[in-house]
């Protein structure tokens, strides 16, 4: 009963009313912070959307702004860092502008993050009880009675064993993928709408990272939740990904959904990330991986042209002028002034080359 109760007072009875338009929509996002040798610029004019139940995940190398896409999403940048964009705004309400007070209503509530390394996300001076608790106490005017029976449910829906025995514990009492559990479960307390979860895998072993990849997908498919899922790793894109936005430099260069841009990668940086992956069976043991030459260029000061022109085997002058991003029929996009033919023709010479 109390379980019914809050997945209606969390405005999930209402997603069938909006279930065609976009949970999620950014546009041209930006991300600005000041530095002594100039003005940094880490994010620059994304765009995306994300509706009830598909996950987008946004990839690309460390550095490229993938993670400071997620705080700004969640407001929570450095205090000099500046966020700008003509559209950020979740389930119809705008993000833009709303003070701390506003936003603190928001998260953990309506939009929730799953952060990188939950050893530093929780707090060791509390018990796993007190902060999954607290977060319903925060945002749901609840006996403390059933916020503890919504944590002991949950736990138990996220694979925890004697869940009601786990509240009394402490962080560190806990192994890495019972604590990433813990704070699945954590963001999953007040029913959001939408899961940001940034590289929730990268500090766990291959077997704990792919039943927490099943995880969040069957979490997801039973709440109706939109996901935003942030990695580096082609792999786990390649496992649950509904769409994919390549990032590089601070910049989307290519989005489409996951089938169109594995298998036909318009971009030169995703045919480069491309071939840089392993593929088991196939790469000789001993031999040589595709690589991308040269570095990421600076992105502190004014910026002109394309961010990849100078490790790209395609530069042309043109490539000098800034790139805008191209959107095909099917509503694929891409940063590159190749036409499509040249670089599906291109993409299909890569992937033919890694299998």
Do not use: W
């Not at 009492?173 to 940034?198: F, H, K, N, T, Y």
């Not at 840089?276 to 992105?299: E, F, M, Q, Y």
């Not at 191209?326 to 509503?331: A, K, P, V």
Request: glycine share 10%.
């Amino acid at each position: 009963m109390f379980l019914g109760k809050l997945y209606v007072e969390s405005g999930h009875a209402l997603r069938g009313l909006a279930a065609l338009s976009a949970l999620l929509d950014v546009r041209d996002l930006t991300v600005d912070i000041p530095l002594s040798a100039g003005v940094l610029h880490p994010v620059r004019g994304i765009s995306f959307s994300i509706a009830r139940g598909e996950t987008l995940c946004i990839v690309g190398e460390s550095g490229c702004g993938k993670s400071l896409t997620s705080l700004a999403l969640m407001d929570l940048l450095p205090s000099r860092a500046k966020r700008t964009a003509t559209t950020l705004s979740l389930g119809g309400q705008d993000l833009r502008g709303l003070s701390q007070n506003r936003m603190s209503e928001l998260r953990g509530n309506r939009m929730a993050m799953i952060f990188q390394e939950p050893m530093t996300s929780l707090n060791p001076a509390y018990t796993i009880g007190n902060q999954l608790e607290e977060a319903l106490l925060r945002h749901r005017k609840v006996p403390r009675r059933e916020a503890r029976e919504r944590a002991v449910y949950l736990l138990e829906k996220v694979g925890i064993a004697n869940a009601g025995g786990r509240l009394g514990q402490y962080p560190h009492q806990l192994s890495g993928g019972l604590r990433q559990r813990v704070m699945i479960a954590m963001a999953l307390m007040c029913g959001p709408e939408l899961i940001i979860a940034d590289e929730p895998t990268t500090a766990l072993d291959v077997t704990i990272q792919a039943q927490i990849l099943l995880l969040l997908a069957e979490l997801q498919r039973e709440f109706d939740m939109g996901l935003l899922l942030i990695t580096h790793d082609l792999g786990v894109v390649a496992r649950v990904a509904d769409r994919v936005a390549v990032m590089y430099a601070g910049q989307i260069v290519e989005q489409g959904t996951a089938k169109e841009v594995f298998g036909a990668p318009l971009h030169p940086y995703t045919r480069g990330l491309m071939n840089c992956i392993p593929i088991p069976g196939k790469t000789a043991r001993g031999s040589h991986l595709g690589s991308i030459p040269g570095l990421v260029p600076n992105l502190v000061g004014d910026l002109q042209g394309c961010a990849f022109r100078d490790r790209c085997p395609h530069r042309r002058d043109i490539c000098e002028n800034d790139v805008e991003m191209r959107t095909l029929s099917d509503g694929r996009a891409y940063r590159c002034v190749m036409e499509p033919e040249e670089s599906m023709r291109e993409g299909a010479a890569v992937l033919e080359a890694v299998s």
